[in-house]
Nanobody
Framework: QVQLVESGGGLVQAGESLRLSCGASGIIFSIMNITWHRQAPGKQRQWVAS???????NYAESVKGRFTISRDNAKNTVYLQMNNLKPEDTGVYYC???????WGQGTQVTVSS
C-alpha cells in the first residue's frame, strides 16, 4: 500500500521560511518522480516543484529562486524548503509520486501579510 505523508506546514508571516517534508512508503522511492503541488482556497491544484529520479529539479515561475526541492532516497523523503514566503503562497501543499499516481493528504501553509 502506497502512503505519502506530508508535514511541516504552519502559519508564518510574509518573508519567513518553512520546510515541508513528504515521507513515502510502499513505493520504490528512488525511481519515482516526486512533485509538490498546492491548492489555494477556491482554486485548482497547481504544480509547484518536481524532483525526478535522476535528480533534475524544476520549479513553477512563481516560486523559482525562493523554493528548493530536495530528496533523501535513503529516508524515502522529499523536502520543500520555502523561503521568503508570500501571502499568495498560502494553500494546502500536497506531494505526489509518479505521474502523480499517488497523493498525500496535504499540509496547510498559511502566510500572513
Amino acid at each position: 500500500q502506497v502512503q505519502l505523508v506530508e508535514s511541516g506546514g504552519g502559519l508564518v508571516q510574509a518573508g519567513e521560511s518553512l520546510r515541508l517534508s513528504c515521507g513515502a512508503s510502499g513505493i520504490i522511492f528512488s525511481i519515482m518522480n516526486i512533485t509538490w503541488h498546492r491548492q489555494a482556497p477556491g482554486k485548482q491544484r497547481q504544480w509547484v516543484a518536481s524532483s525526478t529520479s535522476t535528480g533534475t529539479t524544476n520549479y513553477a515561475e512563481s516560486v523559482k529562486g525562493r523554493f528548493t526541492i530536495s530528496r533523501d532516497n535513503a529516508k524515502n523523503t522529499v523536502y520543500l524548503q520555502m523561503n521568503n514566503l508570500k501571502p499568495e503562497d498560502t494553500g494546502v501543499y500536497y506531494c505526489g509520486a509518479g505521474r502523480p499516481s499517488w497523493w498525500g493528504q496535504g499540509t496547510q501553509v498559511t502566510v500572513s501579510s
